[in-house]
């Protein structure tokens, strides 16, 4: 990679590299798999993924790609035998980035001057510039999210296509180990001036602790997008939510 390319020109070639390299993977995906992911979510009809908007399909997509539950395989290890780009270049930064990538909870703070969103994970507070450039889109300085963290360079972290606004309801239920949720779902959108709620869940080192190991465990992911999805924050479910139609 030229050391002359600014960070921006470098995270506008990585990104389009992403983009076509989850959509072949996602083509990759068993239906046993993609079914159990959305099963997981509440987002299955028995035949078919039924997901209300593109965010919901994504977080199908994000587990059956990168992090599936059960015993499946991930589909981004399938697309790697089938196509393996060639050594150094920056198709193969990209993949190995994206079959690294982790998942955590981040609280966004606004753009960042040079370009991306200045970040910062929580609860911990590691600040980072996010190379996404819509994160901040309609999320007020502090807002939580969750999302998967791609670096084809130590420089450049990039979201891996699933991002979910949560909030400190979310943060309580999974400090409580609250299970998945077979109720009816209303959408809802994130609690505002939160910050001070977030803080307080967190303030004993045990909370503290409690939320690193979740994120240690297999799974989490799924168990966020599902809090989620249970507290409407991603929007209507089919057969959930009174009047939601399924999205063409």
Known sequence: MSEELTAA????????????????????????????????????????????????????????????????GRAIDRQARAEAPPPGSE????????????FGLWRIHGPHPEGGVRAESFPDGEELVIWDRFLDRGRAPGALVGARIARPEEDLPM??????????????????????????VFPSLPLTDDGPSLEQLVAEPAARLRLA????????AATV????????????????????????
């Not at 190991?213 to 989490?220: D, M």
């Open 213 to 220: 190991a979740l994120a240690r465990t297999p799974g989490f």
């Open 225 to 248: 997008y599902r809090t989620a999805i249970d507290l409407g924050l991603m929007g209507p479910v089919i057969g959930r939510s009174p009047g939601a139609a399924q999205s063409p």
């Open 91 to 102: 198709e193969h930064r990209m993949l190995q980035a994206l079959a690294e990538a982790s």
């Open 159 to 184: 979201t891996c296509g699933a991002v979910v606004s949560l909030d400190s309801r979310a943060v309580e239920r999974l400090l409580l180990g609250t299970p998945p949720q077979r109720g009816p």
């Open 9 to 72: 020109a470098r995270y506008g070639r990585y990104a389009a590299i992403r983009r076509r390299m989850l959509t072949e993977a996602s083509r990759r995906i068993p239906l046993a798999s993609l079914a159990q992911q959305a099963r997981a979510l509440s987002l299955w009809d028995g035949k078919q993924v039924t997901p209300a908007d593109e965010m919901q399909l994504a977080a199908v997509f994000d587990l059956g790609v990168l992090d599936p539950l059960g015993e499946h």
